[in-house]
T-cell receptor, first 111, second 116 residues
Framework: AQRVTQPEKLLSVFKGAPVELKCNYS??????LFWYVQYSRQRLQLLLR??SRESIKGFTADLNKGETSFHLKKPFAQEEDSAMYYC?????????????FGKGTKLTVNP | DGGITQSPKYLFRKEGQNVTLSCEQN?????MYWYRQDPGQGLRLIYY???????QKGDIAEGYSVSREKKESFPLTVTSAQKNPTAFYLC???????????????FGPGTRLTVL
């Protein structure tokens, strides 16, 4: 069965500190992983995906197939990073692919 | 801020009543999805559709129904059979290539349903 685990419901850091939001997945196929972010009073939006290997707003995430992880990292957190973060796995085959979401981590960056 | 619109933003319903949530997209996406978002539960898939007049159950379809009569529209009906309907409902869409979703999934602003 496909599963995405985000072990931290809440994460609080100070501005300028490094931040890491953990994500582990369980999937027998070739994974396609995403991080979505939901800022206060805004819609859910894509932050980054492992295929593009890009850095968005200073965030990066590396797919580690050995550890089945896709942790989200930023070296220096900013107050505007405070939001709800969801890790998602695209799973399935034959046209039945769908996104499986973790339960989310609420990040608070304190001044 | 277009793309996917959902209406209404807030909806109140009495117990025992059916209610329909609207979702429209102008992205020309083939696939559309309905999720339920509850605190501490993440997003759970209710129904999805990859083509007009066809849809599949997601993980928590009981008590819900959908239709896909037009490519741009995917309304969700929350029936009286849904035991815990109070939640935040998100609609999403995705492009398909070769019948498979590719690139990112786009989300609407959501509808908050409260059962009184």
């Amino acid at each position: 069965a496909q599963r995405v685990t985000q072990p931290e419901k809440l994460l609080s850091v100070f501005k300028g500190a490094p931040v890491e939001l953990k994500c582990n997945y369980s999937y027998s196929g070739s994974p396609e992983l995403f991080w979505y972010v939901q800022y206060s009073r805004q819609r859910l939006q894509l932050l980054l995906r492992h295929i593009s290997r890009e850095s968005i707003k200073g965030f990066t995430a590396d797919l580690n197939k050995g550890e089945t992880s896709f942790h989200l990292k930023k070296p220096f957190a900013q107050e505007e990073d405070s939001a709800m973060y969801y890790c998602a796995l695209r799973a399935g085959w034959g046209g039945s692919e769908k996104l499986v979401f973790g339960k989310g981590t609420k990040l608070t960056v304190n001044p | 801020d277009g793309g996917i619109t959902q209406s209404p933003k807030y909806l109140f319903r009495k117990e025992g009543q059916n209610v329909t949530l609207s979702c429209e997209q102008n992205l020309n996406h083939d696939a559309m999805y309905w999720y339920r978002q509850d605190p501490g539960q993440g997003l759970r898939l209710i129904y999805y559709s990859q083509i007009v007049n066809d849809f599949q159950k997601g993980d928590i379809a009981e008590g819900y129904s959908v239709s896909r009569e037009k490519k741009e529209s995917f309304p969700l009906t929350v029936t009286s059979a849904q035991k815990n309907p109070t939640a935040f409902y998100l609609c999403a869409s995705n492009n398909l290539a070769g019948g498979r979703p590719y690139n990112e999934q786009f989300f609407g602003p959501g509808t908050r349903l409260t059962v009184l």
